[in-house]
């Protein structure tokens, strides 16, 4: 059987897409040693994690590091989460106490089916945010691929919220500037967050922080998590990117 397979039908995974995401990370053991190919086979082998699996998807490790890095207090927020996929976002924000949780994707039958269940969670499948008036909440999380988050930035203007975004360069960059996904120029990082940062203050917004995420994306981009809000603060953003870069 193969590795992801056994992972799910034994539940150290919930689905498959979080098996090949553990194996991938190197986080699974066969027999002691690491396996990271999702496709290996096994029958018997002594199958174990390398550590505890906290959230349905690695993005809630990323909201993690974002909340403890910019000390930020979830318990008894609303809170909206735009991109939600498989809930990783969702899920870490339910654990550090918020009390509901509106989810948007567009995207159907992704997000893991026990996180589906919470009565917390509003959830809203083939929905594009761009169409959407928001519910009245604390804070806006945005983790969305194949598209930049310069029109949902824009859609958010009037709203009062903080927000936290993931920055994937990989889609600000457009695909004549990278080669399979994968962007390793250090300058097109740079005039990524330097766009990105400039048009968030030029829709009125302030730039809270800026930090790497400790976790790559699936195919290996650094990422960026962006954390603004609606207050009228001037920030430093060369200093800030070159800070973040370094």
């Not at 917390?120 to 988050?149: A, R």
């Not at 029109?151 to 457009?174: D, M, R, S, T």
């Amino acid at each position: 059987m193969r590795l992801d397979h056994y992972l799910v039908e034994k539940s150290i995974a919930k689905t498959r897409s979080q098996a090949t995401d553990l194996i991938k990370r190197g986080l699974v053991l066969v027999n002691d040693t690491v396996i990271t190919k999702a496709g290996y086979d096994v029958s018997n082998e002594l199958i174990k994690l390398v550590e505890e699996v906290k959230y349905v998807s690695r993005a809630g490790e990323k909201l993690y590091q974002a909340i403890q890095v910019f000390g930020i207090e979830l318990l008894g927020m609303i809170v909206c989460d735009i991109g939600s996929s498989t809930g990783g976002f969702t899920d870490c924000a339910l654990q550090e106490g918020a009390k509901k949780v509106y989810a948007y994707d567009v995207g159907r039958d992704q997000m893991d089916l026990e996180l589906k269940k919470n009565p917390k969670i509003e959830l809203h499948e083939e929905t594009n945010i761009l169409d959407v008036k928001l519910p009245d909440s604390d804070l806006i999380m945005i983790d969305v691929s194949f598209t930049s988050i310069k029109p949902i930035l824009n859609h958010l203007q009037g709203y009062q919220n903080e927000i936290i975004a993931l920055i994937k360069p990989q889609f600000e960059v457009g695909h004549i500037h990278f080669k399979q996904g994968v962007v390793k120029d250090i300058k097109r990082h740079k005039e990524v967050l330097t766009d990105v940062l400039n048009y968030a203050r030029l829709l009125g917004f302030s730039i809270k922080g800026l930090i790497k995420s400790d976790l790559k994306g699936k195919a290996g981009n650094q990422e960026y998590i962006l954390y603004i809000a609606t207050t009228k603060n001037q920030e430093d953003i060369k200093k800030m990117i070159g800070d973040v870069l370094c």
